[in-house]
């Protein structure tokens, strides 16, 4: 702006800029050097938004790599299991795989279990936000958002043919059936035969042989 120019005093008079000691002789920066900043600044914010954005994917791809593995898993076990006859309405129905709360697997389950049948019945899924929700289904899976709510789901299925799988192992955890374990960046499961027979369920053995038998009330260090 220049000297000659006008402004507004706090009492609302008209003052010029030169009688408020503004002068427009301050140094101004070159355009070339503008332009340089400019693109500096460009630059910057790229980084930080390519770095938000591919860093997050890398999470995603690991956390999905996980969990595409653990789904071929939940097949494997339903495959591996036999329910009681009065678990089905008839020899057609679905084996209802339900997840409680958070879904980790985004679409690997679905994908995995696509057109797939164990002894003539088809597999669906069932999503249950809160153990309150939970209708019939044959294999529950939960995971760690479901941290506090392991006595309620547990006391909810008590005495029904569910095969409970879960990713938590601690000690709260070990009346689960089938707990998946990290070792080496390895996915492995621990068994707990004697409460799967306790819910009439009857496990194979060659699902036995590669899992790690856990006695009930005991997680294993």
Known sequence: MNV????????????????LGISNDAPKIPFDVQRSLFSVRCSLFL?????????????????????????????????????????????????????VG???????LEQTIQGETVGGHPLTIQHFPRPADIK???????????????????????????LTVSDMDTPMTSAVMIRFVLKNNKVHFRVNAEAAHAANLSLSSKLLRVAEATPPGRTPP
Request: contains cysteine; glycine residues 6%; aromatic residues 14%.
């Open 102 to 108: 958070a879904d980790p697997f985004g679409a690997a």
């Open 4 to 19: 000659g120019e006008r402004h507004f005093d706090s009492h609302g008079c008209i003052r010029s800029l030169g009688e």
């Open 136 to 162: 019939t289904c044959h294999l529950l899976f939960f995971t760690q958002s479901e941290n506090r709510h392991v006595e309620e789901i547990l006391k909810t299925l008590q005495d029904k043919p569910v």
């Open 47 to 99: 980084f930080v938004i390519a770095f938000l954005l591919f860093g997050n994917l890398t999470v995603q791809a690991q956390v999905s790599r996980e969990y595409q593995l653990k789904a071929v898993f939940l097949y494997n076990f339903a495959q591996f299991t036999e329910w009681p006859a009065n678990a089905f309405a008839d020899d057609k129905s679905p084996i209802v795989i339900g997840i």
